[in-house]
T-cell receptor, first 110, second 115 residues
Framework: GEDVEQSLFLSVREGDSSVINCTYTDSSSTYLYWYKQEPGAGLQLLTYIFSNMDMKQDQRLTVLLNKKDKHLSLRIADTQTGDSAIYFCAEKRGADKLIFGTGTRLQVFP | DVKVTQSSRYLVKRTGEKVFLECVQDMDHENMFWYRQDPGLGLRLIYFSYDVKMKEKGDIPEGYSVSREKKERFSLILESASTNQTSMYLC??????????????FGQGTRLTVV
């Protein structure tokens, strides 16, 4: 299958903003998602965006979608140590198939 | 709360063994998924099932098969385990909503080591 690409690592200082980027491939994807995986745990949905939207804000999280470039980003404001995790973007292809990215490991240091 | 339960957290199997990984969900979800997670490669879809007895190959189905005889249970089968199948296996389920967002709920994962 075609890849959903993310950079592997991101390191930020506590209190700064984090921006995690994702490039997807299927222009017909209807929904795009961000999932969070904490150490030793399964994935949990953080937020999602419908493909006809450019931006979605949910408390400290802002999702930006550039459909022309097939680029998705997740901004975390005021990043905390509890935000340290692996973040996966995912696209919904067809009716219900979910394809995940390579994951970005976010490390927050004091 | 939705619960997706994988039968084992850790498994160690020998090369050539037939391995069954079981996944059960309790929310009557139509869709179930098996992924494997490897460092630097993210989650890769092995198989997807959208209904009982229905399945669709994912990106890396080679060496695997699946079974969905009941709606709540989705089994991943390694016909003859090999060392390159050492990985973390994640099961997920979701409702089927065409044209709507569908949150996938994940199990805790099974870390399989093939020796």
């Amino acid at each position: 299958g075609e890849d959903v690409e993310q950079s592997l690592f991101l390191s930020v200082r506590e209190g700064d903003s984090s921006v995690i980027n994702c490039t997807y491939t299927d222009s017909s994807s209807t929904y795009l998602y961000w999932y969070k995986q904490e150490p030793g745990a399964g994935l949990q949905l953080l937020t999602y965006i419908f493909s006809n939207m450019d931006m979605k804000q949910d408390q400290r999280l802002t999702v930006l979608l550039n459909k022309k470039d097939k680029h998705l980003s997740l901004r975390i404001a005021d990043t905390q140590t509890g935000d340290s995790a692996i973040y996966f973007c995912a696209e919904k292809r067809g009716a219900d198939k979910l394809i995940f990215g390579t994951g970005t490991r976010l490390q927050v240091f004091p | 709360d939705v619960k997706v339960t994988q039968s084992s957290r850790y498994l160690v199997k020998r090369t050539g063994e037939k391995v069954f990984l079981e996944c059960v969900q309790d929310m009557d979800h139509e869709n179930m998924f098996w992924y494997r997670q490897d460092p630097g490669l993210g989650l890769r879809l092995i198989y997807f099932s959208y209904d009982v007895k229905m399945k669709e190959k994912g990106d890396i189905p080679e060496g695997y098969s699946v079974s969905r005889e009941k709606k709540e249970r989705f089994s991943l089968i390694l016909e003859s385990a090999s060392t390159n199948q050492t990985s973390m296996y994640l099961c997920a389920s979701s409702l089927s909503y065409v044209g709507k967002d569908t949150e996938a709920f994940f199990g805790q994962g099974t870390r399989l080591t093939v020796v």
